[in-house]
């Protein structure tokens, strides 16, 4: 009798797994596009909560190697996304090396709205370097001592800050997405001064619900913490902080103009 219990159980758990639905991209996610470190993950993450939406908040599947593969052409997009599902079936997808792939998830995505954000070129590096533990004022840094999963944004170590800040620009001079009429380019000051009227007002942007209360979170830690009250001056030194505003100043100051 408990031979034939355990066989009928075997038989279920292999009839469940044959016949569990497959995921698939949800090609009507809403994305979160925005540089590492910009509060993508913040601002997902509450969104997800207060609407009651899945949401993807981070996948490795568009990290490297495949993040570089596909930016490169050996690897087919959709045929990748496709082949790893689960993390693209949610309905908000937060990937923040995502934001160099739009033209990529356009071609699957329907993109009908997308949450695109906008943080200053100092605060995101300065995040960035916190969050791995590395200093700001130096030239070079040794690439074997940066987390395996953050070194394609660092290159070789050498003039590092230059490396971050050319990569701001490339994230924020992309105006076909932020300039358009399918996008929310928010501002993740803004997001800081009333977490809740901000979410709401995406929410409503949106049309999504808002179904649970989110003030007993909103201050939660979804990454680890920087040092937003640092001198930003002190902390980059004056050559460095000189490099960041010579590459980005020009493009942060048309992009502030959004939010005047």
């Keep these: 009798m408990r031979l034939l219990k355990r066989i009928k159980r075997r038989i279920f758990k292999i009839g469940s797994v044959l016949f569990k639905k497959k995921k698939k991209p949800n090609k009507n996610a809403i994305w979160v596009f925005g540089m590492q470190k910009s509060g993508t993950t913040a601002i997902a993450g509450l969104l997800s909560h207060r609407s009651g939406l899945s949401v993807t908040l981070d996948t490795e599947m568009l990290w490297n190697p495949y993040f570089k593969d596909i930016l490169e052409g050996r690897l087919d997009f959709i045929k990748h996304i496709n082949a790893n599902p689960d993390d693209f079936s949610n309905q908000i997808i937060k990937e923040p090396s995502a934001s160099q792939l739009i033209n990529f998830i356009e071609d699957y995505f329907n993109l009908e709205k997308y949450i695109f954000i906008y943080r200053d070129p100092h605060d995101v590096i300065r995040s960035i370097l916190n969050r791995l ?128």
Excluded: M
């Design 133 to 260: 533990d590395i200093p700001g004022d130096k030239i070079n840094i040794d690439i074997d001592s940066v987390d395996v999963n953050w070194r394609y944004i660092f290159g070789d170590g050498t003039n590092y800050i230059e490396k971050l800040a050319n990569l701001w620009l490339k994230v924020y001079s992309q105006d076909d997405y932020i300039y358009n009429s399918n996008a929310l380019f928010v501002n993740y000051d803004i997001f800081k001064k009333d977490k809740i009227k901000f979410i709401d007002n995406l929410c409503s942007e949106l049309q999504l619900p808002k179904k649970n209360d989110i003030s007993d979170i909103i201050n939660k830690d979804f990454q680890p913490r920087g040092n937003s009250n640092v001198d930003l001056k002190l902390f980059f030194g004056e050559h460095n902080f000189q490099v960041i505003l010579s590459i980005c100043d020009e493009k942060k100051r048309s992009l502030e103009q959004c939010f005047v």
